[in-house]
């Protein structure tokens, strides 16, 4: 069954860059991503925010071709363009994908569906899958009989048998347990570490998001409004609270909420030395930026 | 590898085949040559339902198209199903010395009924409507075909000159399940506005969506029962006798509120969770029975317009027809309450298995109750429909019983 | 609504016992007891599959205790009379029903089963939650579930029951949800059971925790409690502390009741409890 070549594309190519997209459901509804640009460096982890129906999920369908929503754009995977990604072989078997619900095989045991699907792969970790399986506590029930938490577990078991070295999640732990969360989110660190797979990770729980991204992306009114590094963020941008608009270059002002500003390098002198400043919690940056 | 593990999960559907299999082989052993004709074609019918529902039921989850090869295996399934049955069920009919029967329209419908089921978006009221469709269309084919009303009919399907372009034409449905099979899953709530990319289909869905009100949705559903009606007058003027048309049209009325008692009954959780929590039902016992009125109200919604749409076909019509229409409504009737009973019990899973399994009883004995049943006489029938009618007042209680005491889960 | 003097609790279950086979074997629930004072919001904690839902479910007489007694004020709930239910409210896990309405008329229908729908608070609730007026089938996930919560919170019930409400909610949404349920609380002394899996949130609003795992609440506290009384020591040589003063362990970690009076050596340094990881070491075994 392995007669496909091996590694046919180049390892340190991009693994997805996306340039330009439009996105909208149906020709008179409104944009839902309007010049959506972004571009994911190898071996990242990066946690996609937004609020409820900001697009996240759009996002993900349309790079991967599950959606005809994609109106304009470009979309790039592991230095390819321009088609869908799934028409080509040596792309599907590097990229996985984890729905936000994951429908289907209702009828189908566990085995039998992880049986059916790692069948299609070239390269598929059973060790991977079925030491996951064990530490999660799956049974081998019927798909439709799980409690979603455990559906879930078997949609996220599908989407990284494979080793992907890109790996797409939409919202993967909301149903999850604190312990299976752990469990997985130490799964995806380890997969990171191991091969340096790039991650892509929608989720509401900024906690996780801080405590596993090494780069943050909001999504906002159908473009990126930020997207840095979590370590920067941390580093170096501050909290003032401050009655009046600092007289600075708006290049240093990175978000505002009410009378709080979120400023570049604040410790720089660039504003009075009585100002407090405080460090940045992902939740309320979040909150800042998607409020206007 | 890969066929084993997709026969296993198919296998994981045992009983989808298993509920066809006694009226497959009822008809193949007992019909006579001018069914089997009739038969082959509806055979493929049920063969590519069943093949549109395999690659439904596999290719409904949204990472679909990421699967490298996943959508060939898929199709291949298709061609086991479209193409093996029949075969095999075609050798035997023609081991038992019987003329070859058409493949050609055979398979043209078969492939027409899988891309049916793999186009329709998941909701199980446009499935149980192609599931209707093809027991209703099956039933009437059998019927005519046990009349031998036209046997020219049937000898045409095996003539080569609709063999051929019934071929071709079963290629370019195949071409087509091939394309579907590997486009995006229309699924997902949101991907429904985007079938705006193909014209046909943001009229046919804009007109459904469109329609506010409940009654014009009703409206909607019956037109494919008004176009029977239609075709059938049509028949009527080329020869059939006014009798058949009439059983064909309650039948088909019948069928259509099956399916739609169907639907209603897998997603009966519903209204039962929000007159429970709500305390609009003051018992459980008031629960049940306004539940078990309402589904019924709507399974029966149809017999009046069946019965009235009978009833001006059949003006002048002999006296035994009518009896035999009563005989049909209370076998129905009787079914129908038992399929209500024997899901209302299974609430709690609320298993489309035994939803299926009822539905293939039910054709099982309708179609031989109409083979059989038209031959008894004046006393037997009076008999029959007497009894009938009284398990029908039991069961009807037994509905509201069993729905006052079901969990409300899901 | 006239109530007695000393009303009956809210929400009460002992011995109860239910599952969905017809095997008796079966328990998803062994053996649950759970009473719930009136006022108090609790966060209820489980792993996948531990039964949360269950639980609720029977609670609110949708299934059957196969053995012990479930009762909402104080009436048995399987079949609670009517005025009972409506003081109900209910947010299942997932909420795909009405998916071809739009969403004020579905508001607008469900509230016409009830006499004392408040019009005003759901109008609010919605601007606040900027919900359109869409059909529900195409809503996001999070939309969809505002609108469950929508419905279940409008007839202003005494008793709400939350699974996990929040879970597909943005920071934002879940906010104003929290705080709605907050205020709900303080307003009018409604009495909350919410199940999730975020425990900063039941951090954040709950009074008091319960938690389910293998079919038992094998921990119901007051949250304060728990974090003024308990502590978390790791201990990998004796003394050991009571074994009626150890709330749970998970290696040589232990969360124990008032760590000050176990005569434990002097070296032992006591951490503060996180809810977190006391649910993954009660859950642990």
């Not at chain 2, 997603?267 to 429970?276: C, E, F, G, K, S």
Request: proline letters at 6%; a neutral charge; charged letters at 20%.
């Amino acid at each position: 069954m392995n007669d496909v070549p091996e590694q046919v594309l180049p390892m340190e190519a991009v693994p997805l860059s996306i340039a330009g997209l439009g996105a909208g459901y149906g020709p008179d509804s409104p944009d839902v991503l309007r010049d959506f640009s972004i571009e994911l460096q190898p071996g990242t982890i990066t946690g996609l925010l937004g609020r409820n129906g900001s697009g996240k999920t759009t996002v993900m369908e349309v790079v991967l071709g599950l959606t005809f929503a994609g109106r304009e754009g470009s979309v790039t995977m592991f230095g390819e363009g321009s088609q869908p990604p799934y028409w080509r072989r040596e792309v599907s078997n590097r990229v996985g994908y984890v729905p936000q619900r994951f429908s289907g095989f209702g009828w189908l045991k566990v085995d039998a569906c992880l049986a059916l699907v790692s069948a299609h792969y070239d390269h598929w970790d059973y060790d991977l899958a079925d030491r996951l399986r064990r530490e999660w506590r799956l049974q081998n029930r019927r798909i439709g009989e799980l409690p979603p938490g455990d559906r879930q577990k078997v949609a996220v078991l599908l989407a990284i048998g494979h080793r992907p070295d890109l790996l797409m999640l939409d919202e993967p732990v909301s149903s999850l347990d604190p312990s299976a969360r752990r469990d997985f989110l130490a799964a995806l660190v380890e997969l990171n570490a191991d091969q340096g797979q790039t991650v892509l990770l929608a989720s509401h729980v900024t906690s996780d998001i801080e405590r596993l991204a090494t780069h943050i992306a909001i999504l906002h009114r159908g473009r990126i409004a930020c997207h840095a590094a979590l370590d920067e963020i941390r580093d170096r941008l501050g909290v003032a609270t401050l009655d009046t608009p600092p007289p600075l270059p708006p290049e240093k002002t990175f978000a505002s909420h009410g009378n709080r500003y979120w400023i570049w390098d604040p410790h720089d002198g660039c504003l009075p030395a009585n100002v407090r400043i405080e460090g940045t919690l992902l939740e309320d940056l979040f909150l800042a930026v998607t409020s206007k | 590898m890969r066929s084993a593990v997709v026969l296993r999960a198919v296998l994981g559907r045992w009983w989808q085949l298993v509920c066809f299999l006694p009226f497959v082989i009822y008809v193949v052993v007992l019909g006579g040559p001018a069914v089997a004709n009739g038969i082959a074609v509806w055979l493929m019918g049920i063969a590519g339902w069943i093949a549109g529902v395999f690659a439904k039921d596999l290719g409904n989850w949204p990472n679909r198209p990421l699967v490298p090869g996943y959508s060939k295996t898929l199709f291949q399934m298709v061609l086991v199903c479209l193409l093996l049955i029949p075969l095999a069920c075609g050798s035997l009919w023609t081991a038992l010395g019987n003329p070859p029967p058409p493949f050609g329209p055979g398979l043209l419908w078969g492939t027409i009924m899988t891309l049916c089921v793999v186009r329709t978006a998941v909701s199980p009221a446009v499935l149980a409507t192609n599931l209707a469709g093809i027991i209703g269309l099956g039933f009437y084919l059998i019927w005519a075909a046990k009349q031998a009303m036209h046997p020219v009919v049937f000898e045409s399907l095996t003539d080569w000159r609709l063999q051929f372009p019934a071929l071709a034409l079963a290629a370019l449905a195949l071409f087509h399940i091939w394309r579907r099979l590997n486009a995006p899953l229309r699924a997902t709530t949101r991907n429904f506005e985007a079938e705006g990319r193909e014209p046909l289909y943001t009229k046919l869905y804009g007109l459904i969506a469109g329609l506010r009100a409940r009654v014009w949705r009703e409206v909607v559903v019956t037109l494919p029962l008004v176009a029977l009606a239609l075709l059938l007058v049509l028949l009527v003027r080329t020869g059939i006798t006014t009798y058949h048309v009439w059983i064909v049209f309650v039948l088909a009325c019948l069928v259509y509120s099956l399916a739609r008692v169907v639907v209603r009954l897998a997603t009966i959780h519903v209204p039962l969770r929000l007159l429970w929590l709500s305390g609009a039902a003051e018992t459980r016992r008031s629960l049940g029975r306004e539940c078990a009125l309402a589904i019924l109200m709507l399974g029966f919604g149809w017999l009046p317009a069946g019965l009235v749409g009978a009833a001006i076909l059949a003006l002048g019509m002999h006296q035994a027809a009518q009896f035999d229409g009563v005989l049909l409504v209370a076998f129905t009737t009787l079914l129908m309450i038992a399929l209500f009973v024997g899901t209302g019990r299974r609430i709690p899973s609320t298993k489309g298995s035994l939803q299926l399994l009822a539905v293939g009883v039910f054709c099982g004995g309708l179609t031989i109750t109409l083979i059989h049943g038209i031959e008894l006489g004046w006393a037997d029938r009076s008999a029959m429909v007497l009894v009938l009618a009284g398990l029908a007042v039991a069961t009807w209680w037994a509905v509201a019983r069993a729905l006052a005491r079901a969990e409300i889960v899901q | 609504m006239d109530r007695p003097n000393d009303p009956p609790a809210p929400l009460a279950l002992s011995g109860v016992s239910a599952g969905y086979e017809r095997n008796d074997k079966d328990r998803v629930l062994d053996a649950v007891d759970l009473e719930l004072a009136p006022g108090t919001i609790t966060g209820l904690l489980g792993r996948n599959g531990s039964g949360k839902t269950t639980l609720m479910r029977v609670a609110l007489g949708l299934m059957r205790a196969r053995t012990g007694t479930a009762r909402l004020f104080g009436e048995n709930s399987w079949d609670s009379p009517a005025e009972v239910r409506k003081r109900l409210g209910y947010v299942a896990q997932q909420f795909a029903s009405f998916g071809w309405m739009k969403v004020d008329p579905c508001l607008a229908m469900i509230g016409s089963h009830y006499d004392d729908w408040d019009h005003g608070l759901v109008d609010d609730l919605k601007r606040d939650w900027q919900l359109e007026n869409r059909r529900i089938a195409k809503l996001s996930p999070g939309d969809q579930q505002k609108v469950a919560i929508l419905l279940a919170v409008g007839h202003k019930p005494d008793l709400l029951l939350l699974d996990e409400p929040a879970a597909s909610l943005d920071p934002a949404a879940r906010r104003d949800f929290l705080k709605a349920i907050v205020e709900l609380n303080a307003d009018r002394g409604q009495t909350v059971l919410l199940s999730s899996h975020i425990t900063s949130d039941i951090e954040r609003i709950a009074s008091h925790i319960a938690i389910l795992h293998g079919g038992r609440i094998v921990c119901h506290e007051a949250l304060d409690e728990i974090k003024d009384r308990v502590g978390l020591v790791t201990l990998t040589e004796p003394p050991w502390p009571p074994v009626e003063n150890v709330l749970a362990s998970q290696g040589s970690r232990h969360w124990i009741w008032n760590p000050d009076e176990c005569g434990l050596a002097t070296n032992v340094r006591v951490e503060e409890v996180v809810l977190e990881d006391l649910f993954v070491g009660i859950t642990a075994r």
